[in-house]
């Protein structure tokens, strides 16, 4: 189940691999598949959530396919 504190959905998804590494050896695959434009960009964006973040952090990379369910709201309000 993916979900997220910012945004009120949850959705279920199959999780097709997971990678722990630092943050440098994040690929470009991995974060243009996250939306970020170079790895500068990257360590910026994670910068607002953890502002020590850097380089050297270790990071865990999710991939995953098959996504479905509803957002957050939606489910609730049909019970």
Known sequence: MLCCPLHPFIVAAKITDVRHCLAK???EQEY???GFDSQEEMIKGMKAYYHHFGLENKVTVLRW???HG???DDYW???
């Open 25 to 27: 050896e994040v690929t």
């Open 32 to 34: 243009k598949d996250d």
């Open 65 to 67: 396919n098959n996504v």
């Open 70 to 72: 509803a957002m957050a």
């Open 77 to 79: 309000m049909s019970f």
